[in-house]
């Protein structure tokens, strides 16, 4: 019988406690989220992400030791399978969301709603932060 070696991996939280000055709370995130110092970091192992494979090799004992054999997204991390499916979906929903000449009230209703919620998607994408919200 065929035996492979399976790395699965989860992810740990890592928190910390920390007071800053900011003008408003916006400001006071951005220094928090730029703060680099960890010193005192906290690990939470009450929230631990769920176990998931990050590579499978032929053999015993074969981590690295030949070019991984290639595995099922169902067995990759939940959250990066959402975010990975989430850029495909802004893209199918961006082209249905671009003007298409005259069209009916309900068009129109959904489309003021459609594209403020894919403007703050492809920010999501970009790794950016949310677009200011559309003037009334």
Same mark, same amino acid.
């Given at each position: 019988? /065929?035996?492979? @070696?399976?790395?699965t991996t989860y992810r740990l939280p890592i928190y910390r406690h920390r007071t800053y000055e900011g003008q408003t709370v916006e400001a006071a995130c951005r220094l928090a989220l730029e703060d680099d110092d960890w010193s005192g970091e906290k690990q939470d192992y009450e @929230?631990? #992400?769920q176990t998931y494979v990050t590579g499978i090799w /032929? #053999?015993?004992n074969a981590a690295y030791k030949s070019e991984a054999i290639p595995v099922s997204t169902a067995f990759e991390d939940s959250l990066q399978r959402k975010a990975d499916h989430f850029e495909a979906l802004v &893209?199918?929903?961006t082209e249905a969301a671009q003007p298409m000449g /005259?069209?009916?009230a309900d068009f129109e209703l959904w489309l003021s709603r459609a594209q403020p919620a894919? &403007?703050?998607a492809d920010a999501i994408c970009a790794g950016l932060p949310d677009p200011e919200p559309p003037s009334a």
């Amino acid at each position: 019988m /065929p035996r492979f @070696t399976i790395e699965t991996t989860y992810r740990l939280p890592i928190y910390r406690h920390r007071t800053y000055e900011g003008q408003t709370v916006e400001a006071a995130c951005r220094l928090a989220l730029e703060d680099d110092d960890w010193s005192g970091e906290k690990q939470d192992y009450e @929230t631990a #992400g769920q176990t998931y494979v990050t590579g499978i090799w /032929p #053999g015993e004992n074969a981590a690295y030791k030949s070019e991984a054999i290639p595995v099922s997204t169902a067995f990759e991390d939940s959250l990066q399978r959402k975010a990975d499916h989430f850029e495909a979906l802004v &893209a199918v929903l961006t082209e249905a969301a671009q003007p298409m000449g /005259p069209s009916p009230a309900d068009f129109e209703l959904w489309l003021s709603r459609a594209q403020p919620a894919l &403007a703050k998607a492809d920010a999501i994408c970009a790794g950016l932060p949310d677009p200011e919200p559309p003037s009334a």
